[in-house]
């Protein structure tokens, strides 16, 4: 086999989710693929890795020190929504409707994982709400044991700024979702917190 | 959003079978990588576009002029595998099981995608054929209709040497096939060429 082709091939199989048959039909693609495309697209991955960096002040990846969300005057500095992940931020701005700051934790405490509160920007946060500017904190994390644990944490935490508005994201049934395929779980809460129309 | 982040998302977006959502994953495994295994695969792929050749004599993709398995000594120069694509010869090899010489179409006769004879490396077979060596040449073609179709014209065309043999890989229930899904033509033709035990 090619020594190319055998190159491509091994350093694409150790991305996750593609395997060797994967990553061959990828290189077929790349082969097809205009030659400067494909130089920017080898450029684009090692500037990334490279040149990439973390907001000092939300934790959200950045090319600069401060990220553009934490820049932006525009934006409402008086409320924070806690995510998880970068991903998370992009999917929530994707819908438009938020306008204040994020911060991201960069994970969720997982003792299984061996991930505990020291290893999030929990502190960080703090330190932010601390100056005083911050009114609201959304926490928007994941349903699992995992985010609900850091949820507890993170509340926990908070409660000694009284005058903090703590919130959470609201669970119920998503829309498109049917209800008989839900949990029980988030059944009950939808019921439990059902909103009038 | 960052434009390095923007940037590698965009560029792995457009790799077949990888949306927003995945590019954005591939990214954050990237990020975690060590920046020398980044550096390397950005690298295979670059060199992969600029530096790749066909075969001049098997059109198999190769590093130099004649491929590796062209040149082997160790192998039968006198058959010859004719198959569509380059991933054929690597499932080919990884049965260990075939010592003799391939020869890569690059695709199969499609007129609806409007690819026909000419576009395949048909007239290289031939030329091959012609410098006497070669005494069989197996056909592994898919058993699709252009598979089918392809088989029929490259037949036709050796039917000029009439000392060469002509065969195709055997069709049947594949190992590990239930006869109960496999289509009627696969089950008809697998009776009709039953094998003595």
Known sequence: MSKLLEDIVGELSRLPGIGRRTALRLSMHILRMEAGSVERMAEAIARFRTEIRYCTRCNNLSDTDICPICRDGERDRTIVC?????????????????????????????????????????????????????????????????????LFYISRRLAQHPDLKVTSIARGIGFGDEIEYADELTIAHAIHNRIPL
């Open 82 to 150: 806690v995510v998880e992940q970068v991903g998370d931020v992009l999917s929530i701005e994707n819908t438009r409707q938020y306008k204040g700051l994020y911060h991201v934790l960069g994970g969720v405490i997982s003792p299984m994982q061996g991930i505990g509160p020291s290893d999030l920007k929990i502190d960080l946060l703090l330190d932010n709400i601390a100056r005083g500017e911050i009114k609201e904190v959304i926490l928007a994390l994941s349903t699992t044991v995992e985010g609900e644990t850091t």
